[in-house]
């Protein structure tokens, strides 16, 4: 794609980025094909391509408007466009550019301004988080439907956690929301990996990944988190531990990006061994496979049930980690039955479920459908987003994939 950056951004480093990526684009419109919200309203402008035109009429110096950003609101980041496009379009971080250049251009005001503030605040601190869904259970009765779906009925609890007692040793980010919403994910990658021979730690001075920050448009308080986050782990690969293991697949995929949206700060080197040596829970048990098959025994496909696997946005498109999860769990005696459109997202992508609930609950309706079409007794996935977001449309079960191998192992 031709492009005649305006003075303003031409030497920035914003600028020189998006340029590069925006010349990779060869306008094929192959993106279309797998974007949700394309799908969904049939507007160029609310599909890949589109949205392309858009920051690149930015970029240049053109007019921004409230309906430039409305169309930059409405993408998931979901990066399937990523996936399809042949010649490797990096659209998701393109998006992060024009986005927090729009914002500049077009400041919020009013509720949505708030709103967001909000999000920023109270997503992100897990004590506050915990706080307010503890005031929501109370309230649940009380709250809107489109609420109540995100607040479980009973506060969920953590099963044991195996105290450290292995030579070998990772890292564990507890994330943000996750240990209010799912406590028992992490101590079942705990238990899983206690098996296995490695101990499962956390680093109590870090905290959220800082992708809820970065992609509302606070991309100097989403660095912050992620210095943080750093700083805590840095000391403890240096004593021994093999890396920082992900359950969430959205921290890993943010996290696994730190070497290149801190490369020009003063923890820039170790950034990037950070986002080097973090590595996807089923990445782990991946290497660690024999001795789980043999830790689980002989299985009968099947015998353990007839699941349907979700896999994230952020895990098949984002890290591009595809069939792992599904091979682990047909291993561990889990029959996995087929869902149409596996590529797509189910709605939840962060805070957008929050920001733009009616496609939001559209995409999760479409999601829920192709989910249970097969009659699967459960629904697992890999991402808490996903998992809460898909619980409040569905009367199945839905959980996290490492809760079921660690099922599978006690059994």
Same mark, same amino acid.
């Given at each position: 794609?031709?492009?005649?950056?305006? %003075?303003?951004?031409?030497?920035?480093?914003?600028?020189?980025? !998006?340029?590069?990526?925006? @010349?990779?684009?060869?306008?094929?419109?192959?993106?279309?094909?797998?974007?949700?919200?394309?799908?969904?309203?049939?507007?160029?402008?609310?599909?890949?391509?589109?949205?392309?035109?858009?920051?690149?009429?930015?970029?240049?110096?053109?007019?921004?408007?409230?309906?430039?950003?409305?169309?930059?609101?409405?993408?998931?980041? /979901?990066?399937?466009?990523?996936?399809? /496009?042949?010649?490797?379009?990096?659209?998701?971080?393109?998006?992060?550019?024009?986005?927090?250049?729009?914002?500049?251009?077009?400041?919020?005001?009013?509720?949505?301004?708030?709103? @967001?503030?909000?999000?920023?605040?109270?997503?992100?601190?897990?004590?506050?988080?915990?706080?307010?869904?503890?005031?929501?259970?109370?309230?649940?009765?009380?709250?809107?439907?489109?609420?109540?779906?995100?607040?479980?009925?009973?506060?969920?609890?953590?099963?044991?956690?195996? !105290?450290?007692?292995?030579?070998?040793?990772?890292? !564990?980010?507890?994330?943000?929301?996750?240990?209010?919403?799912? %406590?028992?994910?992490?101590? !079942?990658?705990?238990?899983?990996?206690?098996?296995?021979?490695?101990?499962?730690?956390?680093?109590?001075?870090?905290? /959220?990944?800082?992708?809820?920050?970065?992609?509302?448009?606070?991309?100097?308080?989403?660095?912050?988190?992620?210095?943080?986050?750093?700083?805590?782990?840095? %000391?403890?690969?240096?004593?021994?531990?093999?890396?920082?293991?992900?359950?969430?697949?959205?921290?890993?995929?943010?996290?696994?990006?730190?070497?290149?949206?801190?490369?020009?700060?003063?923890?820039?080197?170790?950034?990037?061994?950070?986002?080097?040596?973090?590595?996807?829970?089923?990445?782990?048990?991946?290497?660690?496979?024999?001795?789980?098959?043999?830790?689980?025994?002989?299985?009968?496909?099947?015998?353990?049930?007839?699941?349907?696997?979700? %896999?994230?946005?952020?895990?098949?498109?984002?890290?591009?980690?595809?069939?792992?999860?599904?091979?682990?769990?047909?291993?561990?005696?889990?029959?996995?039955?087929? =869902?149409?459109?596996?590529?797509?997202? /189910?709605?939840?992508?962060?805070?957008?479920?929050?920001?733009?609930?009616?496609?939001?609950?559209?995409?999760?309706?479409?999601?829920?459908?192709?989910?249970?079409?097969?009659?699967?007794?459960?629904?697992?996935?890999?991402?808490?987003?996903?998992?809460?977001?898909?619980?409040?449309?569905?009367?199945?079960? =839905? @959980?996290?994939?490492?809760?079921?191998?660690?099922?599978?192992?006690?059994?």
């Amino acid at each position: 794609m031709q492009t005649n950056i305006a %003075p303003e951004f031409k030497n920035t480093r914003h600028g020189r980025e !998006a340029e590069q990526i925006l @010349r990779t684009c060869v306008h094929c419109g192959f993106c279309t094909a797998t974007c949700p919200t394309y799908q969904l309203l049939g507007d160029e402008l609310d599909g890949p391509r589109g949205r392309i035109y858009l920051m690149k009429q930015l970029l240049e110096g053109a007019e921004v408007t409230e309906k430039t950003r409305l169309h930059l609101d409405r993408c998931l980041t /979901c990066r399937s466009c990523e996936s399809t /496009c042949p010649s490797g379009v990096r659209y998701g971080r393109l998006v992060d550019i024009g986005r927090e250049l729009v914002e500049k251009r077009v400041p919020r005001s009013g509720t949505e301004k708030y709103k @967001r503030v909000l999000l920023r605040e109270g997503l992100t601190r897990t004590g506050l988080f915990a706080a307010g869904l503890a005031i929501g259970r109370a309230l649940r009765p009380l709250l809107p439907d489109a609420l109540k779906g995100k607040v479980p009925a009973s506060a969920p609890r953590a099963g044991h956690w195996p !105290a450290p007692r292995h030579t070998r040793r990772m890292i !564990a980010l507890a994330g943000c929301v996750q240990p209010a919403l799912a %406590p028992d994910i992490n101590a !079942a990658a705990a238990r899983v990996l206690d098996k296995l021979g490695i101990s499962l730690i956390e680093a109590p001075a870090a905290g /959220c990944c800082g992708a809820v920050r970065f992609h509302l448009n606070d991309h100097e308080g989403g660095l912050e988190d992620a210095r943080r986050n750093v700083t805590a782990w840095l %000391p403890l690969l240096d004593q021994g531990c093999e890396g920082v293991v992900m359950t969430a697949s959205g921290c890993g995929a943010f996290v696994r990006d730190y070497g290149h949206i801190l490369e020009d700060d003063a923890c820039a080197g170790a950034s990037a061994r950070i986002a080097l040596e973090t590595f996807d829970l089923s990445e782990v048990l991946a290497r660690e496979r024999e001795a789980l098959i043999a830790l689980l025994g002989s299985r009968k496909p099947g015998s353990r049930g007839r699941i349907a696997f979700h %896999p994230p946005c952020t895990l098949q498109h984002g890290q591009k980690i595809r069939g792992v999860v599904e091979s682990l769990l047909t291993a561990a005696g889990y029959e996995l039955v087929p =869902v149409q459109d596996s590529h797509l997202c /189910c709605g939840s992508a962060g805070t957008y479920s929050l920001l733009q609930p009616e496609l939001s609950e559209r995409l999760r309706a479409n999601k829920v459908a192709a989910l249970s079409a097969a009659g699967p007794q459960l629904i697992a996935s890999a991402n808490i987003g996903c998992i809460s977001h898909i619980a409040g449309g569905t009367q199945l079960p =839905v @959980r996290h994939w490492i809760e079921l191998i660690d099922a599978a192992l006690a059994a």
